[in-house]
């Protein structure tokens, strides 16, 4: 039985069914189907997406390693170095303690385990302190299996930092909520706020937004999510210094001339906001992008200023502010107090 509130939202998705407009068939690449998702682009950018049944490759493993976060990277180092040395440890244990110079029975099972773990340690990063050594076929045949093997580990380790320390990445900041406000006499706008989280120069960078919204297709209902870019007031910068806020104006010519806070939680509206610039560092064009649902706009109200000058005169960039904003009211009574103006 149908609900009242889901009579409520499918009459206000009949709105916008007759809402059309130029760049409707923008494709996003994530196709039309996607009408149940609770997002399509999380906040760090990644996507909202299971992958199965791919095939596992080497090349795959790698691109893992590579693009894990650092705490989960390095607890993968310590855990497989740690079970290569219980491993090898309890090898040397199974050829027998006698065959390892430098080691003394120790009489219990776990004091001769712990002598052998160190020894395979030592053999594993080829340090080699001499007061322990194989001798014996068995035990130097493990020692050479150990010793190549910890060779080759520690060059694939290697070129696993280099791979991660060279990839290319732009940590930027986006501010929690995006804002729908006053933005001309007489018109609002779209707006969110960004800024370089890091003190690498990038340099001819251009933005897009991109509306994701459910309509109904046909008299039935039937849902089909569209893709709707958004033209901003200024899609390209030169320098990207200071924070950046990203304005689309709500002209009569734009897709949310018409709707309202209750139109897009009907539509499950989410804002795909895409970014790319050139890094000085890498010298590479980088890529960065971040979404907002429905439920993170805020209306009515504008950002404060993260801007502002020292006693020495020189530009200052406040990155608490990144988020900071107040009702557009009381934002135009203190443009009018402090002189204070958006960026």
Known sequence: MSTNKDITRTNRLQRLRPW??????????????????????????????????????????????VTIPWAKFNLLILAFYLLFNILFGFLFMVIGIEHLNGIEPSG???????????????????????????????????????????????????????GRFSRPSVKLGFSQNALIAPYQEGSNGFMC??????????????AQIMLSI??????????????????????????????????????????????????LEAGDAEFLVMMKCFDDTFLQTVYINS???????????????????????????????????QPAELFAERVGEEGLGNE
Not at 115 to 132: D, K, P, R, W
Not at 137 to 150: D, K, Q, R, S, Y
Not at 197 to 206: F, H, M, P, Q, V
């Open 108 to 162: 219990t099972w776990l004091g001769d385990f712990e002598q052998c773990f160190f020894f395979s340690v030592q053999t594993f990063a080829t340090i080699g302190y001499g007061a322990m050594s194989p001798k014996g076929f068995l035990p130097n045949m493990l020692v050479t299996i150990e010793a190549l093997v910890g060779i080759m580990t520690a060059a694939l380790a290697t070129g696993l930092l280099y």
């Open 20 to 65: 059309t407009t130029n760049n409707s068939n923008t494709d996003s690449g994530f196709g039309s189907a996607l009408n149940n998702t609770d997002r399509l682009v999380a906040r760090d950018g990644s996507f909202n997406i299971e992958r199965v049944g791919m095939e596992w490759t080497p090349l795959s493993f790698y691109q893992y390693l």
């Open 291 to 325: 979404s907002y649902k429905w439920q993170e706009v805020v209306w009515g109200a504008k950002f404060l200023p993260m801007v502002s000058y020292n006693q020495q005169q020189h530009v200052t960039l406040d990155y608490t502010l990144l988020n900071a904003h």
């Open 193 to 206: 706020r960004l800024c370089n989280l890091r003190t690498n120069k990038l340099i001819e960078c251009e």
């Open 214 to 263: 459910l309509r109904p297709v046909d008299e039935a209902g039937t849902l089909k999510r569209i893709f709707v870019g958004l033209p901003l007031q200024i899609s390209k910068i030169q320098y990207f210094t200071l924070s950046w806020t990203l304005n689309h104006p709500i002209t009569p010519d734009s897709p949310l001339y018409t709707l309202t806070a209750a139109d």
